[in-house]
């Protein structure tokens, strides 16, 4: 009964006295290492033109099992649809990417941001909130 002890208290130790290994992260401070398969916030891709890429299809809204999305599409005096509302409530966004596999044309893209904490439902994501997240980082796709 003492020796599974010890051996505790031995590993406690040497982890203690050995600063290499030290298994806690300074968040925030020091920033996580994300896999490059991480899904974080989604964001709304610009293409080349400086439009928006999405079309107002409705795939990503209808694909969505925690119904995070609503869309409302609209046509452009060239016949162009656009989306004329776009929300993504992040709150209830579970991040599983299906809106990124159903969209054709590639518009909407699992990100690397994941700090959502807010108290305030003003800070629900709609579509300029979600273009501006492209815009930050100017990487058009």
Same mark, same amino acid.
């Given at each position: 009964?003492?020796?599974?002890?010890?051996?505790?208290?031995?590993?406690?130790?040497?982890?203690?006295?050995?600063?290499?290994?030290?298994?806690?992260?300074?968040?925030?401070?020091?920033?996580?290492?994300?896999?490059?398969?991480?899904?974080?916030?989604?964001?709304?891709?610009?293409?080349?033109?400086?439009?928006?890429?999405?079309?107002?299809?409705?795939?990503?809204?209808?694909?969505?099992?925690?119904?995070?999305?609503?869309? +409302?599409? %609209?046509?452009? !005096?060239?016949?162009?649809?656009?989306? &004329?509302?776009?929300? =993504? *409530?992040?709150? #209830?966004?579970?991040?599983?990417?299906?809106?990124?596999?159903?969209?054709?044309?590639?518009?909407?893209?699992?990100?690397?941001?994941? +700090?959502? %904490?807010?108290? !305030?439902?003003?800070?629900?994501?709609? &579509?300029?909130?979600? =273009? *501006?997240?492209? #815009?930050?980082?100017?990487?058009?796709?």
């Amino acid at each position: 009964m003492i020796l599974p002890l010890l051996k505790g208290l031995a590993l406690t130790l040497r982890r203690f006295l050995n600063p290499k290994t030290c298994a806690t992260e300074l968040y925030p401070e020091e920033r996580p290492k994300l896999s490059t398969r991480f899904r974080g916030l989604p964001e709304l891709q610009i293409g080349k033109d400086g439009r928006e890429k999405c079309v107002a299809c409705g795939l990503c809204a209808k694909v969505c099992p925690s119904q995070c999305i609503s869309i +409302e599409g %609209a046509e452009d !005096e060239t016949h162009r649809r656009y989306p &004329k509302t776009y929300e =993504l *409530d992040a709150f #209830r966004c579970i991040f599983c990417g299906f809106c990124e596999e159903a969209c054709p044309v590639r518009a909407i893209i699992l990100r690397d941001t994941f +700090e959502l %904490a807010t108290y !305030e439902k003003k800070d629900v994501f709609d &579509k300029e909130k979600l =273009l *501006d997240l492209t #815009r930050k980082r100017n990487l058009p796709r």
